[in-house]
């Protein structure tokens, strides 16, 4: 076995580990209870699966063409770069929107602090209303 | 023998989609369904590497770049639209 062919060796292993960590990720996107978890599903091991494999393939193209592929670096650092970014995005419009959390989640900070002044007024109006009625 | 593991490594990521494509079709809340397409092109993006090696082509990857700068765009309108009703805020003239 030549080097060139030890490296395409190291290469394709990359990419078949890649393959695999795609396949959790998925089962932790169907399995977990709630948005938030599967955001973290999805967003951490599935970036991590993409990375493994285009760095992979980067290293079989350069091993095996001898070509420095500079568009394949480009992507892996925006893949990089935007994942962790549109998951938090997302999970953020996700608590925005009230979509409740699974149960059994531990003690919730958030809420008192985005809506706590919603239920305040929403509580406030009640009683005047049950003040009026009587 | 290289060429078997890559096309393992191709089906296991076609057997990934189809797990995603679970959560997007039953997916709860629209939330779900915006994180399991992002996830979807995502995994298109290493799928186009792994055949761009099977072809000994490097034609095909612009198309990861594109891909990816698409999957992006798409998500943060989605988490816009999500969170506020609109995507394009425009000045209110009252």
Redesign the interface.
């Known amino acids: 076995m030549s080097v060139s062919e030890v490296v395409?060796?190291v290469g394709?292993?990359l990419?078949?580990l890649?393959?695999?960590f795609?396949?959790i990720?998925?089962?932790g996107?169907?399995r977990l209870p709630d948005?938030y978890t599967?955001?973290h599903a999805?967003s951490k091991s599935?970036?991590l699966?993409?990375l493994v494999?285009?760095i992979g393939?980067f290293i079989?193209?350069w091993s095996?063409?001898g070509?420095v592929?500079v568009?394949?670096i480009?992507?892996i650092i925006?893949?990089f770069i935007?994942?962790p970014?549109?998951?938090h995005?997302?999970?953020?419009?996700?608590y925005?929107?009230r979509?409740p959390l699974a149960e059994g989640s531990g003690e919730d900070e958030l809420k008192a602090v985005l809506f706590g002044s919603e239920n305040v007024v929403v509580a406030t109006e009640d009683i005047l209303e049950h003040d009026r009625n009587n | 023998m290289?060429e078997i593991?890559?096309f393992?490594?191709?089906a296991?990521?076609m057997?990934?989609?189809f797990?995603?494509l679970?959560?997007v079709i039953v997916g709860p809340?629209?939330?779900?369904r915006?994180?399991?397409l992002?996830?979807i092109g995502?995994?298109f993006?290493?799928a186009i590497?792994?055949v761009?090696?099977l072809l000994?082509t490097?034609a095909f990857?612009?198309a990861?770049?594109i891909l990816?700068?698409l999957?992006?765009i798409g998500?943060?309108a989605?988490?816009?639209y999500?969170?506020r009703g609109d995507i394009i805020e425009r000045k209110r003239s009252s």
């Open positions: 395409e060796w394709v292993i990419i078949l890649g393959a695999i795609s396949v990720s998925a089962i996107l169907v948005v599967r955001a999805a599935s970036t699966a993409v494999c285009l393939t079989h193209i095996h063409d070509y592929s568009r394949l480009l992507g925006f893949v935007t994942a970014v549109s998951a995005l997302i999970c953020r419009a996700a925005r929107s979509v | 290289k593991i890559l393992i490594a191709l296991l990521f057997v990934a989609i797990l995603i679970y959560r809340s629209m939330p779900d915006a994180i399991a992002d996830t995502v995994n993006i290493s590497a792994i761009s090696i000994t490097t990857l612009e990861i770049l990816g700068i999957a992006f998500t943060i989605f988490s816009k999500i969170e």
